[in-house]
C-alpha cells in the first residue's frame, strides 16, 4: 500500500488548521486592540466615568433636630451625638486591601484582623468577642455578593467611636505587624434627649424613630412643629478606595440644615413646683388623675401645664397610651361651679345685676322635669349676687341666669373661647375633643345646668383663657406656650398671634373681681389664705356621668379650684383639676392652688403685704 499520498493528505489537512487558526487568533486580537484602543483612546472618558461611578460612595448627614427650651433657657429637649457603628468584613478580610496582592506581612495581619478589632469593640463596648465575630466576618451575603455593610452597634457616643478607631490605627506606620486595623465605620444617627425627663413632659412630647434612624416628633411641642425642628439633611458623595475616602479627589457636600429651636413660656421650676403639688393631690383625693394650668392672666402666656400621671420621654415606651397626651388641653369635662364666673360677668356685662342685687334663695328650684338644689340644705336664704357666688349657690345661679336671653349666653361662651380651638401651640385633637356647650337655643333646663357648669363640657385651658378675660379687665387672650422659633441662622420664623378682644366691660370685669376676692377670702380662715396677699378664687364640684349607665354618678366628682393673685393687679391664674375624685373642689382642689399661687406670686416680683385689711362685702341682706 502507497503511505505517500496519505502522508500529503494529512500535511494539507494540518496546514489548513493552521492557518484557520491563524485567522481566529488575529481577528480576536483585533477584536481586543480595537476595545483597547476605544477604552483608552475615544471612549477613555467613558470608562473612567464608569470606573468613577463604580468607586462613588453617598452619605447622608443627618441633621440635629432644634433644641426645645423654657422661658429662661433651661433645656426640655435636645440631640446629642451618637452614631451606629458598621462593619466592612469584605475589606476586613483583606484589612482594607483590595487592588493588589497582599504582601506577606499583610496577609498576617489580615488575618489578626477579626479578632483584634473585635477585642477593641470590646474594651469600649462591652461585651464579649464572640458578640462581634459574626459581624465582622459575614465576608458575604446568602446571594455571593460582598457584604461592605454590617450594622454591629447603634447609639453609640462620638467620643467612643473616635477612641475605637485611634485604637485601630494605634500601629498604622510601624513595621511590627500588627496594631493597624481597617473595616469599621460610622453613621450619625443623633439621639433625642430629655434631661429634665418628668418636667413638662406633657408639653414637650416625645419623638420615634423608623428603621433608618429618621425621627419625627409624636407628641406636644414636638408633633406640632416637627417640621421646623427636624431641619432638613445633606449629603456627602466622594470617591472610595480600599482605604477609605480618595484624599484629594473631587466631593460634593450638600451640607445638612439643622432643625429650628423651639423657646416656650412655660418656668421649668414653677412647673417642678405645679407637678409636685399636682401628684399629692391626686394621690390624697384618690383621683384617677388630674391636671393644672398657670397662666399670666394678661398675656394668656401659659408657666405650667402638668398632668398626673405623666411619663419620662426619655422610656416614653413604659408608659400607658392614655399618659401621653395633655389632658388639660385635650380632654373635655363640665367645670361644676367655676363656670359661674362666667355667668356673672355676662349678667354683670349686660347690666342685669350688681353685686349687691338681692336674691331670694329657697331651698331648691324646678327645672324641667328635675329640680335643683343646693350642696348643702338651707331654707329660704337672701343673698346678694355677691353672695351667691361667694357660697357657690346653684338655685342662686339659675334665678339670675333666667334674667338673660338664652341666645346672649351662648354668644357670650362663644367669645370667651369655649367649644372652639384655642390656637395653643400643642395638639387639641379633634373638634370632639374641644368641648360642647349648647347651642342658642338650647332648652330652658339646660339653660338652668349650664350657667352652673354641667352641660357643658371644656379643656381647662379653654377655661383658664376665660377666667383670665373676665378679671383682667375683659379683654380675651388666646392663650400660648411658645414663646419663638428661631431657625439654625438666627431667624425668627415664629412669633404667636396676641390678637385680643374685648369680651366684657372693664366695670364688669372689676365687679367680677369683687365677686372673686368674696369668695377666696370671706369664705376661709386666714390659715387658709396667702399670707400677705389678696387674692381671687372659685371652686368646682362637678358629678361625673357613668360611661356605663350614661347618668350622673352620685361617688364621683370632677373638682376644680381656680385661684388668681394679686387681687388689686390680677397677674397670676392657677387652675387645678382633679377628675374622678370622691372629693369637693374646695377640699381637695384647693389646697394645691394656693399652695401654687404662695410659690408664684414672689417669684414673679409680687411682694407680700405687711397687713392685708379683711374683705368687706355683703354676702346677705336682711329682707
Known amino acids: 500500500m502507497n503511505q505517500q499520498p496519505i502522508a500529503a493528505s494529512r500535511a494539507l489537512i494540518m496546514g489548513r488548521r493552521t492557518w484557520i487558526f491563524s485567522i481566529v487568533m488575529a481577528i480576536m486580537a483585533s477584536i481586543a486592540m ?21 468607586m462613588t460612595m453617598s ?13 429662661n433657657g433651661s433645656v426640655l429637649a435636645e440631640d446629642y451625638a451618637v452614631v451606629r457603628l458598621i462593619a466592612d468584613p469584605w475589606n476586613i478580610q483583606t484589612n482594607g486591601i483590595v487592588d493588589r496582592e497582599l504582601t506577606a506581612d499583610e496577609k498576617a495581619e489580615a488575618a489578626m484582623a477579626p479578632a483584634a478589632i473585635a477585642q477593641i469593640l470590646v474594651e469600649h463596648l462591652g461585651g464579649d468577642i464572640g458578640d462581634y465575630m459574626y459581624h465582622l466576618t459575614r465576608t458575604t451575603f446568602d446571594d455571593g455578593e460582598p457584604n461592605q455593610y454590617e450594622r454591629v452597634a447603634s447609639n453609640v457616643p462620638m467620643y467612643t467611636y473616635q477612641r475605637i478607631k485611634a485604637d485601630m490605627r494605634a500601629g498604622c506606620g510601624d513595621a511590627v505587624v500588627g496594631g493597624c486595623y481597617y473595616g469599621i465605620n460610622m453613621e450619625a444617627t443623633p439621639k433625642r434627649s430629655y434631661p429634665n425627663g418628668m418636667i413638662a413632659a406633657n408639653v414637650v412630647g416625645f419623638t420615634l424613630a423608623d428603621e433608618l434612624g429618621n425621627r419625627s416628633g409624636a407628641a406636644g411641642v414636638e408633633q406640632f412643629f416637627d417640621d421646623l425642628l427636624a431641619g432638613r439633611d445633606g449629603t456627602e458623595t466622594y470617591l472610595s478606595g480600599g482605604y477609605g475616602v480618595i484624599p484629594f479627589a473631587d466631593a460634593t457636600l450638600v451640607p445638612a440644615i439643622d432643625g429650628a429651636d423651639v423657646q416656650l413660656t412655660l418656668d421649668s421650676e414653677l412647673q417642678y413646683a405645679v407637678q409636685q403639688e399636682l401628684q399629692a393631690a391626686v394621690t390624697k383625693a384618690g383621683a384617677g388623675q388630674g391636671w393644672a394650668v398657670v397662666m399670666n392672666v394678661n398675656t394668656a402666656e401659659i408657666l405650667a401645664i402638668a398632668n398626673y400621671p405623666t411619663y419620662d420621654p426619655n422610656i416614653f415606651g413604659e408608659t400607658a397610651q392614655s399618659d401621653l397626651g395633655n389632658r388639660a388641653v385635650d380632654s373635655p ?13 355676662a349678667l354683670l356685662d349686660q347690666g ?21 338644689s343646693d350642696a348643702w340644705r338651707h331654707g329660704t336664704l337672701y343673698m346678694t349676687a355677691r353672695g351667691v357666688l361667694a357660697e357657690s349657690s346653684n338655685v342662686g345661679t339659675i334665678k339670675l341666669a333666667r334674667l338673660v336671653d338664652k341666645a346672649v349666653l351662648h354668644d357670650y361662651w362663644m367669645r370667651l373661647g369655649l367649644g372652639s380651638p384655642t390656637g395653643i401651640e400643642l395638639p387639641e385633637g379633634l373638634d370632639t375633643t374641644l368641648g360642647v356647650i349648647p347651642g342658642a337655643d338650647m ?13 357643658m363640657t371644656v379643656t381647662s385651658v379653654q377655661m383658664a383663657a376665660a377666667l383670665a378675660a373676665v378679671v383682667n379687665g375683659g379683654v380675651y387672650h388666646a392663650p400660648r406656650i411658645v414663646a419663638s422659633v428661631t431657625d439654625a441662622g438666627g ?16 366695670e364688669a370685669s372689676a365687679a367680677v373681681r369683687d365677686m372673686m376676692e368674696a369668695q377666696a377670702r370671706a369664705m376661709y380662715s386666714e390659715n387658709d389664705q396667702v399670707p400677705g396677699y389678696r387674692t381671687l378664687g372659685k371652686s368646682g364640684t362637678a358629678q361625673r356621668v357613668n360611661p356605663e349607665t350614661g347618668l350622673y354618678d352620685d361617688d364621683s366628682y370632677t373638682s376644680s379650684y381656680v385661684a ?32 401654687v399661687l404662695r410659690y408664684a406670686l414672689p417669684r414673679y416680683g409680687f411682694a407680700p403685704a405687711g397687713y392685708v385689711a379683711p374683705y368687706v362685702g355683703d354676702l346677705y341682706y336682711r329682707p
Do not use: C, H
Open 333 to 345: 369635662y363640665e367645670p361644676g361651679s367655676v363656670a359661674k364666673v362666667l355667668t356673672m360677668a
Open 34 to 54: 480595537g476595545r483597547a484602543l476605544l477604552v483608552q483612546g475615544i471612549d477613555a472618558a467613558g470608562a473612567a466615568a464608569q470606573a468613577a461611578d463604580d
Open 59 to 71: 452619605t447622608p448627614i443627618k441633621a440635629a433636630r432644634g433644641t426645645i427650651t423654657d422661658r
Open 443 to 455: 332648652a330652658d333646663y339646660t339653660r338652668d345646668r349650664a350657667v352652673f357648669g354641667q352641660a
Open 352 to 372: 342685669l345685676i350688681d353685686n349687691d342685687t338681692r336674691v331670694v334663695v329657697p331651698s331648691s328650684i324646678d327645672s324641667g322635669d328635675d329640680v335643683v
Open 564 to 595: 388668681i393673685g394679686p387681687a388689686e393687679d390680677p397677674t397670676i391664674l392657677v387652675y387645678v383639676v382633679l377628675d374622678d375624685t370622691g372629693y369637693g373642689g374646695n377640699t381637695m382642689a384647693r389646697p394645691p392652688a394656693i399652695n
Open 491 to 506: 431667624n425668627v420664623v415664629y412669633t404667636p398671634e396676641t390678637e385680643a378682644r374685648r369680651v366684657i366691660s372693664a
